[in-house]
């Protein structure tokens, strides 16, 4: 495999505070994760794509991860939520 090219971007339209972190991560973040995803599978196919985060972003990233997989995209990451110990 040749890896030609690497682009990332990043979700950064959710609030990271404590109500957010109980609540198990932010809808709003993951919907937009999820429509970036759509996005650059419609624009990039066959190639892969990863989702990553840090403490609330991973929780946010765990979300859109579940809305991606039970749809029509293949999602290949790891991720450590903040409630989980490592």
Known sequence: ???NRVDFQGVNNY???I????AGGSRNGAR???????R??????????FLI????GSQVAHLAAADIL???Y?????FIRPEMSA
């Open 1 to 3: 495999m040749q890896i």
């Open 15 to 17: 609030p990271a505070d």
């Open 19 to 22: 109500p957010g972190y109980l």
């Open 32 to 38: 937009n994760m999820v429509s970036q995803v759509a």
């Open 40 to 49: 650059a599978v419609s624009q990039c196919s066959g190639n892969r794509v």
């Open 53 to 56: 985060g840090y403490s609330q």
């Open 70 to 72: 039970s749809s029509q």
């Open 74 to 78: 293949g999602v290949v990451g790891r």
